[in-house]
């Protein structure tokens, strides 16, 4: 039977409503740190502002206009979007500004000062043209008149492909008194799931009253038309110069324009949207052009430019992603156009129109952040080769009470170098705080939760009666774990509405008993999208999956003592072995990818999974015979290593259970079982994708370019897929964090050759042994 028309079958099940809150008010996600930022945790939020209602941005009425009447009726999105209030261009003498910068002034006297004797020295003139060349290559002049046309265009579009675009009316109110009170420029941080990203949400936060900010766009290549088109529609570039190192020949003249030209953004008090991840990485991923844009605010607060700066973490959630490219066959280098932004918009109009979601995260302020620098906690830092190698090849007991040095990703575009180890960690910590806000912000829509049961818990299919259980199931859950979700109704209705959405990815069979089976397709295209939406889920369930994975270890180490696999589920494990393996778990993956905030230990985390676990009921606290019972504790556990529960749930014990240790069983319930599959499930596909890339290493000669060996490498994962079906695992941005993970380990040495990156492998893991084990450590995690 087609799709659409069994969707639209009545099932016959009486079934509850889904509310996406507990109790009697919604709770307000994406409040800032508490410890980081405790002034901006009360001057920037009201207790009313989480008890306001909703607001669908697309849905423009007469009622928004100052007119009435039948024509208006037609002509209210022309009407609205000639109200709304255009923020006004740059200073008239910007270029003047910028010319009498320091940092331009340093670079004309380093050239002048450089110059032979003999040679004439450039005149003010010369240098204005050369800096009038730079700054036309990172802005053009704004055209109200054609922002309000192409405003007007796009929320056309927008109504074709979207039923809603639902924002929180407590945010904006939230953002706007921010802004009031702190009266300092405004940088908005998002997460980004498309390309449209940078298009449409500068519309909706025009249309909310907000001043429209200019837009930071990632390092990748546009066309000239359609670059042209962005910069005329406020968006700003790095100069194509940026990428060289050196003196004036070399960029430095460029970089000291842009870095002055974001000083001049902020001093006239333009907000400016710069987008943090990766777009379609598979896994919340910091891309370099985020990080070369925040370093240059950054630098215009610590050179005193600006006193301040608001912080506003933004998340975006889709159903549908407009603009999906298959992410195994994407080429990050293909230039994108503006007729192929109009082909993905005109293809998502006609799979069906779904919802979006923006959520505003709490504004908190920089100088607050940075004064208070809560991160100096985590104590000193290794790289990761220190670390974690003696426990992966000698199975020594490793040093893994330090935060790891960040092997982030190749940033071709330095603009201004962070100087001293301070610095750069300040960076690294304002990036993963602002990145974790945003995901922690972003609400779970329906379909995200549909393809990660369909991915991860029913791969060969599933009765509509038993979705909608496990449905109800997964979205308690995420409601318990403080997270929104963004859609409400009757379970069944929301679930045929997700299922429409994923017609592509399922085929749907009528049952004369009244049911439906589900069985999602097990082609390339179709796993690949699931495997992009289940990626929502993550972040939700991060903590609990990293225990989940080290129980998984622990169990694999027993497995050959105990004869048979019936007897794991007596068997007793140690929390001390437990909290180890969750380190070193965590310790291997990268800190963006854990959304592990920078005041956090690594200790502190990783007992918190555990925590995470108990209260679940997958962990069950096991008495030890003829001890005490396992959960007394002494004053060791009042330190931030063992967060049990609050000090006052617990009483003093006599000096000789000091030794005493804590115990744990996995729980044999059906429905913990369920969830210990479903969260190694979640973190299956980068631990999967590491170990192949692992075994890859055995079949390659080295050295050779790191891009070369990407796209190799991603030939061979689509190999492996094609045997056995595990196409998840052949996304580019998984493939691209497990080369950073191997190169923190130390598996690559990277050179730099003809500006490209050059790997060599190292003489520790040239030996097949020491690469055997190294995909041994992995694997143990993997379920």
């Not at 730079?134 to 002049?141: D, E």
């Not at 324009?257 to 001049?264: D, F, I, L």
């Not at 905030?597 to 209260?615: G, N, T």
């Not at 001890?627 to 014990?653: P, S």
Request: charged share 20%.
């Amino acid at each position: 039977m087609p799709a659409r028309q069994t969707v639209a079958m009545d099932s016959g099940f009486n079934l509850d409503s889904v509310r996406p809150f507990w109790g009697k008010y919604r709770s307000f996600v994406g409040r800032c740190c508490q410890k980081c930022t405790s002034k901006s945790w009360g001057s920037f939020f009201d207790r009313h502002l989480a008890s306001m209602g909703f607001c669908n941005v697309i849905k423009v009425t007469e009622k928004n206009t100052r007119y009435r009447g039948w024509l208006v009726r037609r002509l209210c999105h022309f009407l609205t979007v000639c109200e709304w209030g255009i923020s006004a261009d740059m200073p008239p003498d910007l270029q003047e500004k910028l010319f009498r910068s320091q940092r331009v002034q340093a670079v004309v006297s380093s050239e002048g000062s450089g110059a032979a004797p003999g040679t004439s020295v450039c005149s003010p003139a010369e240098w204005m043209k050369e800096i009038q060349g730079v700054l036309c290559q990172i802005q053009a002049s704004l055209s109200p008149s054609l922002l309000r046309f192409c405003h007007w265009v796009l929320l056309k579009f927008l109504t074709r492909i979207f039923l809603k675009v639902i924002v929180h009316k407590g945010q904006l109110e939230m953002v706007h008194k921010a802004g009031e009170v702190a009266d300092t420029p405004v940088v908005f941080l998002s997460t980004h799931k498309s390309h449209l990203d940078g298009l449409w949400l500068p519309l909706l936060l025009v249309s909310q009253g907000v001043a429209m900010p200019r837009v930071a766009w990632e390092n990748r290549t546009f066309t000239p038309t359609y670059r042209a088109l962005l910069a005329s529609l406020g968006g700003v570039f790095l100069p194509p110069g940026m990428g060289q190192r050196g003196n004036v020949g070399d960029g430095a003249l460029a970089r000291a324009v842009v870095a002055s030209y974001v000083e001049q953004l902020l001093l006239s008090k333009q907000p400016l949207l710069i987008f943090l991840e990766e777009v379609f990485s598979g896994s919340q991923q910091l891309s370099s052009s985020s990080r070369a844009w925040l370093s240059l605010v950054l630098n215009a607060y610590n050179t005193g430019a600006v006193s301040d700066v608001l912080i506003v973490p933004v998340g975006i959630s889709y159903e549908i992603i407009p603009g999906f490219v298959h992410s195994g066959k994407e080429s990050p280098t293909q230039p994108l156009g503006l007729w192929a932004t109009v082909r993905a918009l005109c293809k998502a109009a006609q799979r069906g129109r779904s919802c979006a979601r923006i959520d505003l995260g709490q504004p908190f302020s920089l100088q607050e952040f940075v004064t208070n620098r809560c991160f100096r906690q985590n104590g000193s830092r290794k790289p990761l080769s220190e670390m974690l190698l003696p426990e992966v090849l000698d199975g020594c007991c490793s040093v893994l009470d330090c935060e790891k040095v960040e092997c982030w990703p190749m940033n071709s575009q330095d603009v201004m170098p962070l100087t001293g180890v301070e610095e750069q960690v300040l960076m690294d910590n304002l990036s993963l705080h602002t990145l974790s806000a945003g995901v922690s912000c972003s609400a779970i829509m329906a379909v995200h939760i549909l393809s990660a049961l369909l991915l991860h818990k029913h791969p060969e299919g599933v009765f509509l009666s038993r979705l909608i259980q496990d449905f109800a199931w997964v979205t308690d859950e995420i409601l318990m774990r403080n997270s929104d979700v963004g859609f409400s109704g009757r379970v069944r209705d929301v679930l045929l509405h997700g299922l429409t959405l994923l017609r592509e990815c399922v085929t749907l069979y009528s049952l004369s008993l009244g049911d439906v089976l589900v069985i999602p397709k097990k082609t390339e295209a179709a796993v690949q999208e699931l495997s992009l939406h289940s990626t929502a889920l993550l972040p939700v369930f991060i903590q609990e999956a990293i225990g989940a994975c080290s129980i998984n270890a622990l169990l694999i180490e027993l497995l050959p003592y105990l004869g048979s696999p019936e007897q794991l589920g007596n068997c007793v494990l140690a929390h001390e072995e437990l909290h180890t393996k969750c380190v070193l778990l965590v310790q291997l993956l990268p800190k963006d990818f854990l959304l592990r905030q920078p005041c956090q230990s690594v200790d502190y985390y990783c007992q918190h999974a555990v925590d995470k676990l108990v209260e679940s009921g997958l962990l069950v606290a096991e008495a030890v015979p003829g001890d005490g019972f396992v959960c007394d504790t002494t004053q060791k556990g009042f330190t931030e290593r063992f967060l049990w529960k609050a000090t006052e749930d617990f009483v003093e014990i006599d000096a000789q259970d000091e030794d005493e240790k804590q115990c744990f069983k996995v729980s044999q319930l059906e429905s913990c079982s369920n969830l210990f599959v479903f969260l190694c499930g979640l973190l299956g596909p980068p631990l999967k994708t590491l170990e192949r890339v692992i075994t890859f290493l055995q079949e390659q000669e080295f050295p050779q370019p790191e891009s070369r060996f990407l796209e190799e490498l991603q030939r061979d994962l689509v190999r492996l897929a094609r045997e056995d079906g595990s196409f998840e695992c052949c996304n580019r941005g998984l493939a691209a964090t497990a080369v950073r993970i191997c190169k923190e380990l130390g598996v690559f040495k990277e050179m730099t050759e003809d500006k490209e990156p050059l790997l060599h492998l190292s003489e520790t893991f040239s030996a097949r042994e020491n690469q055997k084990k190294l995909e041994k450590f992995v694997h143990q995690f993997i379920y």
